[in-house]
């Protein structure tokens, strides 16, 4: 395939991919989900306190981990807050006399699509490396039109991240391996060191990135002769190390939460952890065809993760990643196929390991989210066997131009099929669905604008009856009304004359007060 011809092709696969994460980006998802409004909140902190405050702040805040709502790596939280102030969403609204700020929730998810899009520019790259160009194209087309990608790119959840710096850390890195073995080549180590930052930035993003290091070890059969490999790979330890410290020494110093969340819904608290573990990995291998995640918030409810047709695609390249890996390590045989095929089956094996060991909402769909774009590799690999298969097929067939032209004529009409399936689905079928808005707390956002709209002076009261993981003293539920009302903070809620109590306090309430309730 020509230059010209797959950089055209590679430019209308991230219009797609930009155009299925941006569009309609304020509406959908309606409402805003809890733990997206509490890495909102930490974001008005940071705001508020550093660098870019209004308030006239010194120093940029952001932490490397937010111990509140179970723990969370920091960098996406501190992204976000970059996001809210390039967009200038905290700005005066023009409710009571200008005084009050209004969060936006379209602002606080915006780092999301941009994440995604360039995942599936760093999943050519990452395809064409393994394979071809054509394989490169094929995966990145599938992740784009992806409605579990999609769908993810558009929350703001950390989780988006990971893909991200997986695939970019895995394509320079092997890039420089390849690179290696030309001595003259000065760039070399300057492809390792980059491999190094996206690799340590990993480590910020999400917490089943962490069993990401041992997906390395896989190329010491492959390189561990060549002294180019070695050399890579200290700059790339290295690199990786030193970007990665900060949030190492952190753990250091706050074991507890370095597994907090994964240890509350371990199977390890189950009576029958084999059992369990047995069904968990059956649901995740069943996800991607046959019945996917149930959480409406993850997912177009029990819908397979996979569109059918990527999904005969993805065991197409599933097959054939089994029998490279066979030839390999049985027979000794390579056909250049080895080492992508070991890389795969390395990372699914990986990947599925945090999810299999957790009990909670399975299959899960988020946390399955590592998964995504060997899923879209293994798929794209399979359809460009089938396609070279056809192409062979043409070449001793009498009506060989005939065969060439029908299947390049399919060709388009399948992939129009995909983009078409994924708007529909996303923007049509989900977008529209009921049980949408509630999976987002869009009852909140509508409570937070009516507090807005109520003038300052009078006393606000909101009783948060909904139980959740205590932030600071009040239930999790609340998080989105704080977000959009900016009340997270005792001195925002002294501001607007908005506070937050229990239940069991709700007979304090001084008599003239406004009374509020999220259930």
Request: net charge positive; with cysteine; aromatic share 14%.
């Amino acid at each position: 395939m020509g230059k010209q011809k797959s950089f055209w092709l590679l430019a209308l696969i991230l219009i797609i991919a930009g155009g299925l994460r941006l569009y309609h980006l304020k509406e959908l998802p309606p409402g805003l989900y809890p733990d997206e409004a509490m890495n909102g909140n930490n974001a008005l902190e940071i705001l508020d306190n550093g660098a870019f405050s209004a308030r006239g702040g010194s120093a940029f805040v952001g932490k490397v981990f937010y111990p509140e709502n179970n723990g969370r790596e920091g960098l996406f939280m501190n992204i976000q807050a970059l996001s809210l102030k390039f967009w200038e969403v905290l700005s005066p609204s023009e409710n009571s006399g200008g005084e009050n700020r209004e969060g936006k929730p379209w602002a606080l998810r915006f780092p999301s699509p941009i994440f995604g899009i360039l995942t599936v520019l760093g999943l050519y790259f990452l395809g064409k490396e393994f394979f071809s160009k054509r394989v490169g194209l094929l995966a990145a087309f599938f992740l784009a039109t992806s409605f579990w990608h999609i769908n993810f790119s558009r929350i703001g959840f950390r989780a988006i991240m990971a893909p991200f710096f997986l695939v970019w850390a895995l394509y320079f890195f092997l890039h420089a391996i390849r690179k290696s073995s030309d001595n003259k080549n000065s760039t070399t180590l300057i492809y390792a060191g980059v491999a190094g930052i996206f690799f340590g930035l990993g480590f910020y993003s999400y917490i089943a990135f962490r069993v990401m290091p041992l997906l390395f070890l896989v190329l010491i059969p492959f390189f561990g002769r060549h002294k180019g490999f070695w050399k890579c790979t200290a700059v790339f330890i290295g690199v990786t190390f030193l970007v990665a410290a900060p949030i190492g020494l952190y753990f250091l110093h706050n074991p507890a939460d370095f597994m907090g969340r994964t240890t509350q819904v371990s199977i390890m608290n189950s009576p029958t952890p084999l059992k369990d573990l047995s069904l968990n990995i059956l649901k995740t291998a069943g996800m991607f065809n046959f019945m996917g995640d149930w959480n409406w918030r993850h997912n177009f409810a029990g819908r397979p993760e996979v569109f059918w047709p990527v999904g005969i695609f993805l065991w197409m390249g599933t097959i054939l990643t089994v029998r490279a890996v066979w030839k390999k390590f049985a027979h000794g045989e390579d056909r250049g196929y080895a080492l992508p095929a070991t890389l795969m089956m390395a990372w699914i094996i990986l990947a599925v390991l945090p999810v299999v060991i957790s009990n909670e909402g399975m299959p899960h769909a988020l946390r399955s989210i590592l998964f995504l774009p060997v899923v879209m590799l293994l798929a794209g690999w399979g359809a460009n066997w089938l396609y070279e298969k056809i192409i062979h097929l043409s070449h001793i067939s009498h009506n060989g131009d005939r065969l060439i032209k029908t299947v390049r004529a399919c060709s388009v009409i399948l992939f129009a099929l995909l983009v078409l399936e994924a708007a529909t689905t996303y923007f049509i079928l989900w977008g529209k669905n009921p049980n949408v808005p509630n999976a987002f707390a869009a009852d909140q956002i509508k409570l937070g604008k009516e507090l807005l709209a109520l003038p300052i002076e009078t006393p606000k009261y909101v009783v948060v009856k909904a139980q959740g993981v205590d932030v600071r003293g009040i239930p999790m539920p609340s998080q989105t009304v704080m977000f959009i009302t900016d009340t997270f903070t005792p001195a925002g809620q002294a501001k607007k004359n908005i506070h937050y109590v229990l239940s069991k306090d709700e007979s304090s309430i001084p008599a003239g007060a406004l009374k509020f309730y999220i259930n």
